[in-house]
């Protein structure tokens, strides 16, 4: 596969052998090894307490508290992150680096039009001028199924419901076009038929642009339906990672026939 950006074949993310321990407990990540293509989409299901949040904030290098890295390296476009300084590590976030979790709309500053601060930080990265900034944002926020993207810009964030907030957090995230984003369960506060219609529109959006993610999901039919890959975490093990399809149709692990046991839907896609 060639990269969409500048046609060079070289890998997104590559982590090696990483470990992952918080103060007392046992590791929470234990040898994870894999590696990502540009634009590639892959998908991380497991049980809750696998290791699936430690994993992606692992690659940006926001460990929860207490969190420490205990082996391993971290790549991102063949510089390696884990011997970079936390400001290296800086400046790739936001802009060549982004996350959203579940709870991303909460974040955005209530007592600020929205306007206002997705300008700022879209102009905190690319040099454009506030009225360019401003119909990237509604333009933006549009492609993520926000109805009336100039009013969204005009209220503060506790006039907007708490789907249009995540609806928000997302598109800013990926407004910034980066290579690599982050999403540890997206959409998992929304109701069903939102969640659907939102990971649809952020595939499009990241197919559109290149962007590689790596999508934290409890729901094996979002991995399936989403995910050129299926990792599967088991007690900070990465057990299972293959291409969507042959995870599917042909599960190497038995907790990931066991996941699949519990999506009906996809039981046809496995004979
Ligand atoms: N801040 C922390 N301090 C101590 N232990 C932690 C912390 N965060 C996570 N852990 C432990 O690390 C392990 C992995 O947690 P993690 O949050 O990565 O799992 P997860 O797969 O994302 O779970 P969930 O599906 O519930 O979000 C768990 O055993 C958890 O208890
Ligand atoms: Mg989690």
New binding site residues.
């Given amino acids: 596969m060639t990269s969409l950006r500048g046609g060079t074949t070289s890998l997104l993310v590559e982590m090696k052998n990483l470990s992952v321990s918080?103060?007392e407990?046992?590791p929470?990540l234990r040898d994870v090894s894999f590696s990502m293509k540009p634009g590639e989409i892959i998908g991380i299901v497991?049980?809750?307490?696998?290791?699936?949040?430690?994993?992606i904030r692992a690659v940006l290098g926001l460990l929860?508290?207490?969190?420490r890295y205990t082996g391993g390296e971290i790549v991102f476009r063949e510089r390696v992150l884990l011997r970079d300084s936390q400001q290296d590590w800086q400046g790739m976030r936001g802009k060549r680096i982004a996350m959203v979790f579940q709870d991303s709309g909460s974040y955005l500053n209530p007592i600020r039009r929205i306007g206002s601060q997705y300008v700022e930080t879209i102009r905190a990265h690319l040099p454009m001028s506030r009225k360019e900034a401003w119909r990237l944002a509604v333009h933006t926020l549009a492609r993520m199924g926000l109805d009336d993207p100039e009013r969204v810009m005009h209220v503060y964030a506790s006039q907007l419901s708490g789907g249009m907030k995540q609806r928000t957090a997302i598109a800013m995230a990926a407004t910034l076009e980066p290579e690599l984003l982050l999403a540890?369960?997206p959409t998992s506060a929304l109701d069903v038929t939102t969640q659907n219609e939102v990971m649809s529109q952020l595939s499009r959006l990241c197919a559109d642009k290149g962007t590689g993610m790596m999508l934290?999901t409890?729901n094996m039919a979002v991995a399936a339906h989403m995910a050129d890959r299926i990792g599967v975490?088991v007690d900070?093990r990465l057990v299972e990672l293959g291409d969507t399809l042959r995870v599917i149709s042909n599960p190497t692990h038995e907790y990931t026939r066991k996941l699949l046991q519990a999506v009906p839907e996809l039981e046809g896609e496995c004979t």
Avoid: A
Wanted: net charge negative; aromatic share 4%; glycine share 28%.
């Fill in positions: 918080y103060k407990g046992v929470s497991g049980e809750s307490g696998s290791g699936k949040s430690t994993l929860p508290v207490g969190g540890d369960e934290v409890h975490m900070g």
